[in-house]
DNA sequence: TTCTTAAATAGTAATTATTCTCTTTATAGA
DNA sequence: TCTATAAAGAGAATAATTACTATTTAAGAA
């Protein structure tokens, strides 16, 4: 499940350029914890990432890391799945319903479709596994922060 | 944004069936901390649950809110929002892409559909905020746990 | 109702992912 | 090369969540 070399070393390059169009530096500990997430087709947490990056960069630390990943991120090159550091949120509505989440301020809304409650889905799915539920995830601006800046709201960090 | 008392009654009346038909305890504080949960639209965290039923319960300990909640996540009666416990898993796939998660295991894959890429929205969303990118979570069995149980995999937690 | 027992609770300590602070090192431009 | 400054490293700190243990309570039997 890796990436082909040429499309690393593409994105490699793509990240060199963002660097320096930013003014961000292009450490050695930068291009290799990019490459370890590039070059991996699975989602890896942060301590994974370290483990990888390791066997290359024995003196690397975890903080490295995690400042890294969230500069990435940051800078557009990757995403993350879930929300970093947020506490668990439950959810007692039972009916089949969406969620709108705003990207600046987390606010989270339930929101409903007949149509999206029977989305076809591609049958590339049946190799993986047995859908039991779909539910769309839209991320977006909610009103206030679009409206404008709210202050105290923390940036990144959805 | 409560919900009206007589759905909330409703609810606590399945609850409490719920709980005999399992030969689960009905305690004064699981009635109030599902009472809270299924009283609210928005999605509380452990801590706002735990304020709240303190205003009734001024006893009541955190883990107690934090036990009783993944007793009703398992009775199948509230859901989560977001992995809980699960580290921040870094995606560098940029192409516009959707997930499928596997509820037992947590395995989570990329999957591709032109369709679901480029979804029909409700309108409903407007008076919520603007929408910049949907993306579909596909929740279900792969195909090993599909096939049989496989020892070491942690139940609840996804 | 009272008794019995397994299950649940409160309080506190422990875990663990993530971040902060401070010092050292490396990068980019002059 | 030299210098200003951003970034890395190390270890401690923070905060959400879980584990542990003594005590209490619900549910069914007598």
Redo the contacts with the bound molecule.
């Keep these: 499940m890796k990436s082909g070399r040429n499309e690393i070393d593409q994105r490699m390059r793509s990240f060199e350029e963002m660097?320096?169009k930013l003014?961000?530096?292009?450490?050695?500990?930068?291009m290799e914890?990019f490459r370890e997430v590039a070059q991996t087709a699975d989602h890896p947490?942060?301590?994974k990432v370290y483990r990888g990056v390791s066997e290359r960069?024995p003196?690397?630390?975890?903080?490295?890391v995690?400042?890294?990943l969230?500069?990435l991120k940051d800078l557009g090159l990757i995403t993350t799945l879930g929300s970093?550091?947020?506490?668990?949120r439950f959810d007692a509505n039972l009916d089949h319903h969406h969620h709108f989440v705003c990207v600046k301020c987390g606010l989270t809304r339930d929101f409903y479709s007949d149509d999206l409650d029977s989305l076809k889905l591609p049958d590339s799915l049946l190799s993986i596994g047995h859908a039991v539920k779909t539910q769309v995830e839209v991320k977006g601006l909610c009103r206030e922060c679009a409206a404008g800046e709210k202050p105290g709201d923390k940036k990144r960090?959805q």
């Design positions: 660097c320096r003014g961000v530096k292009r450490t050695h500990q930068r914890i947490d942060a301590e960069i003196t690397m630390s975890l903080d490295t995690y400042r890294t969230w500069l970093p550091r947020e506490r668990t960090r």
